[in-house]
């Protein structure tokens, strides 16, 4: 008897134990990558993470330097365990893959947990089946080859440890509610659920969804019961009432706030972007279900916006197909829960990311948690096959598909352990695609070893050539070829900053090219030699079109006074600082006071007559400016 209860303990954390090992083995050949995209401006080029010891001040520092972020979106917790990484091996991206590697594996295991618990409440399994069930499903959701892009894209680390606390959060939910229904004692699970929630939010602001996973539980697999009719009744006034405030405040807040015509930095509307959501999301389903190589292209910045219904014709039909899903999950959320909490899980996954925020139209690891929804949809349909089926046909398919996944993504993560062999892929793959030339013309870069004469030079300046002249591209791969040139010594020709000024006049705007014209004048100050007049042309005709924060006029206005010579395109910068600090009166007061330190007297007498002229605090009985030369 002792004997038999060791080896069920054994079996009880044997698949576990096994996921976990599989996990590891399936992508440890991508930790060998480098960074990438994002990677740099939140990691490499964040002076402020880089601390080297774990001094609190140096932790916070380093916890709050995600500047996209504001106040509210910091992502603290997440920004730290990247601190953390800092620490333990500096800029090397191995240590850093290593961790996000570690926060899936830990992952995996949650929702292994969370979908035992789910078949245990929706279809009555004996214990045996609803673990292997539970790690077949927990096993696919790590090992499909669209979690390559979260788990090996160092800066998605902000995604998956939130997702760690979700997915702790809606376990500890489930547990106490179905502590609930048996009469029990639940509310240390559900308070621990909602401090989890809360800690999740330190990561990313993804963890808002929680509350909304719950009630997709609620109105599928719980279906809000309990032992005692007052705590029914008590959450289905609460859920009821949540909704309410939800609509009031998406309606009232939300919707005002981010409803426009036009983004700022970006070449669509709200209209645009929800109606071009009709086709993405179909595409994430596409990309699931047949996750092929050539559809997992990871660069999507060539993905056009739908203008209308039927521009293109799959914006229609892609918003029919989805109709068809949800009316489903609605028709079925009785006799088929699995199935209609699948559907559910998978739209509610995609709740922000697809909504009025104006953020990029598509990105892979946005489907981190939604591809268990569709697995939770397979798996209800599997388990609905006949008992013949289920006793053979199942079990092979599922051996099928896990192989085939286990085989995708270990290419997928060996081809991320290889700069190169990962930039060349994504171009061929996606043609189209200026940000995956860039990175190609980048890694040829890198290759010349600072030798000018290198042909990796010429190889890298033919990429950027080629990148710069796609349709609707960017000015990121202009930028490349201006430096690209300058570093080498080697001349610039006048159509590349024509080019590159033309676009920021007339093309579509978007977090690269600010990101691009910065990187610039960073290299300026550095003393790669710029042309300054071109530049301050390009800045010019940025600030044309939109605004920006009082700290990039300051920098500028600063490069107009030390390397472009015009003092009088200076004035303006600095003036534009301080109407920019309308509700920053501190950083008004430090722009003037650094130009008076400085002894550019002219521009703070400016910039002082304009904080008084709008009233800021502490300027009050500042003198005239006209005194000012």
Same mark, same amino acid.
């Not at 559900?190 to 997709?216: D, R």
């Not at 109709?323 to 709740?351: D, E």
């Not at 030079?457 to 430096?483: H, K, N, T, W």
């Not at 006074?561 to 015009?566: D, E, I, L, W």
């Given at each position: 008897?002792?004997?038999?209860?060791?080896?069920?303990?054994?079996?009880?954390?044997?698949?576990?134990?096994?996921?976990?090992?599989?996990?590891?083995?399936?992508?440890?050949?991508?930790?060998?990558?480098?960074?990438?995209?994002?990677?740099?401006?939140?990691?490499?080029?964040?002076?402020?993470?880089?601390?080297?010891?774990?001094?609190?001040?140096?932790?916070?520092?380093?916890?709050?330097?995600?500047?996209?972020?504001?106040?509210?979106?910091?992502?603290?917790?997440?920004?730290?365990?990247?601190?953390?990484?800092?620490?333990?091996?500096?800029?090397?991206?191995?240590?850093?893959? @290593?961790?996000?590697?570690?926060?899936?594996?830990?992952?995996?295991?949650?929702?292994?947990?969370?979908?035992?618990? @789910?078949?245990?409440?929706?279809?009555?399994?004996?214990?045996?089946?609803?673990?292997?069930?539970?790690?077949?499903?927990?096993?696919?959701?790590?090992?499909?080859?669209?979690?390559?892009?979260?788990?090996?894209?160092?800066?998605?680390?902000?995604?998956?440890?939130?997702?760690?606390?979700?997915?702790?959060?809606?376990?500890?939910?489930?547990?106490?509610?179905?502590?609930?229904?048996?009469?029990?004692?639940?509310?240390?699970?559900?308070?621990?659920?909602? @401090?989890?929630?809360?800690?999740?939010?330190?990561?990313?602001?993804?963890?808002?969804?929680?509350?909304?996973?719950?009630?997709?539980?609620?109105?599928?697999?719980?279906?809000?019961?309990?032992?005692?009719?007052?705590?029914?009744?008590?959450?289905?006034?609460?859920?009821?009432?949540?909704?309410?405030?939800?609509?009031?405040?998406?309606?009232?807040?939300?919707?005002?706030?981010?409803?426009?015509?036009?983004?700022?930095?970006?070449?669509?509307?709200?209209?645009?972007?929800?109606?071009?959501?009709?086709?993405?999301?179909?595409?994430?389903?596409?990309?699931?279900?047949?996750?092929?190589?050539?559809?997992?292209?990871?660069?999507?910045?060539?993905?056009?916006?739908?203008?209308?219904?039927?521009?293109?014709?799959?914006?229609?039909?892609?918003?029919?197909?989805?109709?068809?899903?949800?009316?489903?999950?609605?028709?079925?959320?009785?006799?088929?829960?699995?199935?209609?909490?699948?559907?559910?899980?998978?739209?509610?996954?995609?709740?922000?990311?697809?909504?009025?925020?104006?953020?990029?139209?598509?990105?892979?690891?946005?489907?981190?948690?939604?591809?268990?929804?569709?697995?939770?949809?397979?798996?209800?349909?599997?388990?609905?096959?006949?008992?013949?089926?289920?006793?053979?046909?199942?079990?092979?398919?599922?051996?099928?598909?896990?192989?085939?996944?286990?085989?995708?993504?270990?290419?997928?993560?060996?081809?991320?352990?290889?700069?190169?062999?990962?930039?060349?892929?994504?171009?061929?793959?996606?043609?189209?695609?200026?940000?995956?030339?860039?990175?190609?013309?980048?890694?040829?870069?890198?290759?010349?070893?600072?030798?000018?004469?290198?042909?990796?030079?010429?190889?890298?300046?033919?990429?950027?050539?080629?990148?710069?002249?796609?349709?609707?591209?960017?000015?990121?791969?202009?930028?490349?070829?201006?430096?690209?040139?300058?570093?080498?010594?080697?001349?610039?020709?006048?159509?590349?900053?024509?080019?590159?000024?033309?676009?920021?006049?007339?093309?579509?705007?978007?977090?690269?090219?600010?990101?691009?014209?910065?990187?610039?004048?960073?290299?300026?100050?550095?003393?790669?030699?710029?042309?300054?007049?071109?530049?301050?042309?390009?800045?010019?005709?940025?600030?044309?079109?939109?605004?920006?924060?009082?700290?990039?006029?300051?920098?500028?206005?600063?490069?107009?006074?030390?390397?472009?010579?015009?003092?009088?395109?200076?004035?303006?910068?600095?003036?534009?600082?301080?109407?920019?600090?309308?509700?920053?009166?501190?950083?008004?007061?430090?722009?003037?006071?650094?130009?008076?330190?400085?002894?550019?007297?002219?521009?703070?007498?400016?910039?002082?007559?304009?904080?008084?002229?709008?009233?800021?605090?502490?300027?009050?009985?500042?003198?005239?400016?006209?005194?000012?030369?």
């Amino acid at each position: 008897m002792k004997g038999e209860r060791q080896m069920k303990r054994w079996m009880q954390w044997a698949g576990p134990a096994l996921l976990v090992i599989v996990v590891l083995g399936i992508y440890w050949p991508g930790l060998a990558g480098g960074f990438i995209f994002d990677d740099y401006s939140t990691i490499v080029d964040n002076t402020r993470l880089h601390v080297e010891t774990l001094q609190p001040s140096s932790i916070w520092r380093a916890a709050t330097s995600f500047d996209p972020g504001g106040t509210l979106g910091a992502r603290p917790l997440a920004m730290a365990t990247l601190a953390l990484n800092h620490v333990l091996g500096g800029l090397d991206p191995w240590g850093y893959k @290593l961790g996000g590697l570690l926060v899936h594996a830990a992952n995996a295991l949650l929702v292994y947990l969370l979908v035992a618990l @789910l078949l245990g409440a929706s279809t009555g399994m004996a214990t045996r089946g609803r673990r292997l069930v539970a790690l077949t499903v927990a096993l696919l959701w790590a090992i499909h080859p669209i979690q390559v892009s979260s788990v090996l894209y160092v800066v998605q680390r902000m995604e998956t440890l939130a997702a760690t606390f979700m997915l702790a959060a809606l376990i500890c939910y489930l547990q106490g509610r179905l502590r609930q229904v048996q009469g029990t004692r639940a509310w240390t699970w559900i308070l621990a659920a909602g @401090l989890l929630t809360l800690t999740g939010l330190l990561s990313k602001e993804t963890a808002v969804l929680v509350p909304v996973y719950a009630l997709a539980m609620e109105l599928t697999v719980l279906r809000f019961a309990a032992a005692n009719p007052r705590v029914r009744h008590g959450w289905r006034v609460l859920y009821a009432a949540m909704v309410v405030i939800a609509v009031v405040v998406f309606v009232a807040l939300v919707i005002p706030r981010y409803w426009t015509g036009h983004y700022v930095a970006r070449s669509f509307g709200t209209a645009e972007r929800l109606l071009t959501q009709l086709r993405i999301l179909p595409m994430y389903l596409q990309q699931i279900l047949l996750p092929t190589p050539g559809t997992l292209v990871f660069y999507y910045d060539n993905v056009l916006p739908s203008r209308g219904l039927l521009q293109p014709m799959t914006t229609m039909l892609g918003g029919l197909l989805l109709s068809i899903l949800v009316a489903l999950a609605a028709w079925l959320r009785r006799r088929a829960p699995l199935f209609a909490l699948g559907v559910m899980w998978f739209m509610v996954s995609h709740l922000l990311t697809s909504n009025v925020i104006g953020l990029e139209l598509v990105f892979e690891h946005r489907n981190y948690l939604a591809l268990l929804g569709v697995l939770l949809v397979l798996c209800d349909l599997g388990l609905r096959l006949p008992a013949a089926s289920r006793q053979f046909v199942v079990p092979a398919t599922a051996a099928a598909i896990v192989v085939a996944c286990m085989g995708l993504t270990l290419i997928r993560s060996a081809t991320w352990g290889d700069p190169l062999l990962l930039a060349t892929e994504l171009a061929v793959e996606n043609r189209s695609s200026a940000r995956a030339s860039a990175d190609l013309a980048a890694r040829y870069s890198e290759m010349s070893d600072g030798y000018a004469t290198s042909p990796f030079v010429d190889m890298a300046i033919a990429e950027f050539q080629r990148g710069a002249g796609l349709p609707g591209a960017s000015i990121i791969s202009d930028q490349g070829l201006i430096l690209i040139a300058a570093h080498n010594g080697r001349p610039v020709p006048a159509a590349w900053w024509d080019r590159l000024i033309g676009k920021v006049r007339n093309g579509a705007l978007s977090p690269e090219t600010t990101g691009a014209l910065f990187s610039l004048l960073d290299n300026r100050y550095k003393g790669v030699p710029l042309d300054d007049a071109k530049l301050l042309e390009a800045f010019a005709a940025l600030f044309d079109r939109t605004l920006m924060p009082p700290y990039s006029y300051a920098q500028v206005g600063d490069f107009a006074m030390v390397h472009a010579q015009n003092p009088l395109f200076a004035d303006q910068m600095f003036v534009r600082a301080v109407e920019a600090s309308a509700g920053q009166p501190d950083y008004a007061r430090k722009v003037v006071d650094t130009l008076d330190e400085k002894g550019w007297h002219r521009q703070a007498a400016l910039a002082r007559a304009k904080a008084k002229a709008m009233q800021m605090p502490g300027f009050g009985t500042s003198p005239d400016a006209a005194s000012g030369d």
